[in-house]
């Protein structure tokens, strides 16, 4: 079975901390991706990357960065975190062509 | 307007009901049409997939997808407690990023 994995359940943070969010995955996934879930809004894609070293910016890339060093490993970066980012956030990821995304269980993330 | 909209809901149905859930999109070039479904803080799953226009069953799950009206549905039949869920629709054009667009999300509750 696939497998992906988030660091944290839950967290919380304050208002101007830099926060590390991380994702691995164990199915050698060229694709992953990192989306954030909020009320009413459904999942809103932040980041992707379809290779090692490789990113591109998803719908809401503002006040994020991403890493992708290894293969298996994308991490989310709130460089200053602020109260309007406090929300899910879900990892996934994809073999290359295929649109089936698996997800992680989601870090639920409180910013005060 | 968004490129994919959908009924958030909440829905509530008796156990052994029909359940149907529908997404609208705006974007022609929409090729892949998925269903996934998140019980309560666990991630997404996918539940169907469909390319193109067409029907596809799986046990008590119909997905219909019908490209001249930009509508797709997703049936549940003799619907379960345990698929009280949030369903969520997602879709996606042709091109190698396997980048999804998703709808807001339907809550769902089959009560016994």
């Known amino acids: 079975d696939v497998k992906v994995t988030q660091s944290s359940r839950y967290l919380v943070k304050r208002t101007g901390e830099k926060v590390f969010l991380e994702c691995v995955q164990d199915m050698d996934h060229e694709n992953m991706f990192w989306y954030r879930q909020d009320p009413g809004l459904g999942l809103r894609l932040i980041y992707f990357s379809y290779d090692v070293k490789m990113k591109e910016k998803g719908d809401i890339p503002e006040g994020y960065s991403v890493s992708r060093e290894k293969k298996e490993r994308f991490s989310l970066i709130l460089e200053s975190a602020s109260t309007n980012q406090t929300s899910m956030y879900l990892c996934?990821?994809?073999?290359?062509?295929?649109?089936?995304?698996?997800f992680g269980p989601g870090t639920r993330l409180t910013v005060l | 307007q968004k490129e994919v909209e959908q009924d958030p809901g909440p829905l509530s149905v008796p156990e052994g009901a029909i359940v149907s859930l529908n997404c609208t999109y705006s974007n022609s070039a929409f090729q892949y049409f998925m269903w996934y479904r998140q019980y309560s803080r666990k991630g997404p799953e996918l539940l169907m997939y469909?390319?193109?226009?067409g029907n596809k069953e799986d046990g008590r799950f119909t997905a219909q997808v019908d490209k001249s009206s930009k509508y797709i549905s997703l049936f549940i039949r003799d619907s379960q407690p345990s698929d009280s869920a949030t369903y969520l629709c997602?879709?996606?054009?042709?091109?190698?990023?396997?980048?999804?667009?998703f709808g807001q999300g339907t809550t769902l509750q089959v009560k016994p």
């Open positions: 469909t390319y193109s226009s």
């Open positions: 996934a990821s994809s073999p290359q062509g295929s649109r089936t995304q698996y």
């Open positions: 997602a879709m996606s054009a042709i091109g190698n990023t396997g980048k999804l667009i």
